[in-house]
């Protein structure tokens, strides 16, 4: 009688046994598709640029758009370009990137893979803030909302963090997301009832209330970048110490993690993408829901490649839906909040029903 020995190796191993050598043969070919990815998203990013520039309720040709941006052409279209569209163009890929990385960071500081800016309640309460400042202070530029959303976004997403906390040593993704998810109805519901309360006073804000790129002058770019670009720098910072952070707190701090300083700086550097977005272009929902997830699944579980992703990916999502809402409808445009909801939804129910979720 022959006796046949089974090597972990061969086709009849245990399940257990295989899934050692396919877990290296990923972690080789991981670093390769992180640098494969970042070149592949640099290209969409410049290709979905181009298109913004070109596309909209009037075409203009690529020459005349090479000719604008080397300031060559002095035409009517040429005009729009630098005018109207350039500014767009910067005002989309700037919240886009905000949004984008500050929903990774709520994802990795709160360890919930549902979190985002819109669905934690922070995008509402920066917009509460601002129809507060223009029905009770009267503001009326938007390059002063900046403030207002800075202060409600802080506000709410202190508030939001205490609620998913009590009681427990420490957050409760479940309870995180319930609260914010309730807070931001409420504050959303009371910027409506407000809206309609006064019509006349809160029409400078209507359009911007949707989320929109539409009719944002210069000013609102040089108020605001200066802070988003100080906050990406600190997120990016970020990154190792969110690696250790994701362990749990218990082995964070013995791995010598600065765990409370990581929260508190992560919660500013939130405070500042998300308040900053929102005041440039209003409540824009779901693109720091999906995007960090995409990242995820390209890089892994690093941080510090997810925040990288983030910023470059989530761009192309705003402007690609800016795009798109101008040529969707036979007549006039859709704000850019409305298409990034339509993709959104679907995106979040999918996460809902996974029974697993990529790991934070």
């Keep these: 009688m022959t006796v046949t020995h089974r090597t972990s ?17 990923r972690a080789r070919s991981l670093p390769l598709r992180r640098v494969l990815g970042a070149v592949l998203a640099l290209a969409l990013l410049v290709i979905v640029v181009m298109l913004s520039l070109m596309v909209g309720s009037r075409d203009i040709p690529l020459a005349t758009v090479w000719g604008a941006l080397a300031g060559t052409d002095h035409s009517a279209d040429a005009g729009v370009v630098t ?3 350039i500014p767009r163009t910067l005002l989309g890929l ?10 990774a960071l709520i994802q990795a500081v709160t360890r919930n893979p ?3 800016p819109g669905i934690l309640g922070v995008n509402a309460g920066a917009a509460f803030a601002v129809a507060i400042g223009v029905g009770v202070f009267g503001v009326t530029a938007p390059g002063s909302y900046v403030w207002f959303a800075f202060g409600g976004a802080l506000v709410t997403t202190v508030v939001v963090y205490l609620i998913g906390s009590v009681g427990r040593g420490s957050v409760s993704p479940a309870q995180l997301t319930l609260a914010g998810v309730a807070l931001g109805a409420v504050l959303s519901g009371i910027t409506s009832a407000l809206l309609l309360a006064d019509q006349e006073n809160f029409s400078v804000i209507r359009a911007w209330e949707a989320g929109s790129f539409a009719d944002r002058g210069v000013d609102v770019l040089v108020s605001t970048a200066p802070f988003l670009g100080l906050a990406l720098v ?3 910072c970020l990154g190792p110490a969110l690696n250790a952070v994701a362990l749990g707190e218990d082995l964070a701090h013995a791995l010598g993690a600065k ?16 308040g900053g977005a929102t005041a440039m272009a209003g409540p824009v929902a779901f693109v720091g829901l999906m995007i960090p997830h995409v990242a995820r699944w390209i890089v892994g579980p ?12 989530a761009p192309i999502l705003t402007v690609a839906s800016d795009v798109l809402g101008r040529v969707i409808l036979p007549t006039g445009e859709m704000q850019v909040g409305i298409v990034t909801a339509f993709l959104g939804a679907p995106v979040l129910v999918l996460l809902v029903r996974r029974q697993r979720v990529s790991g934070l």
Excluded: E, K, N, Q
């Design 9 to 25: 190796l061969g086709p009849d191993a245990a399940p257990g046994a295989t899934g050692a050598p396919s877990r290296v043969r």
């Design 83 to 85: 005018s109207l569209r």
């Design 94 to 103: 700037l919240v886009g990137a905000a949004l984008g990385v500050a929903g």
């Design 114 to 116: 549902l979190a985002d």
């Design 234 to 236: 600190l997120a990016l």
């Design 259 to 274: 765990v409370l300083t990581t929260r508190v700086l992560s919660l500013v550097a939130i405070t500042l993408l998300a």
């Design 302 to 313: 690093d941080h510090r490649w997810i925040l990288a992703y983030s910023l470059l990916l």
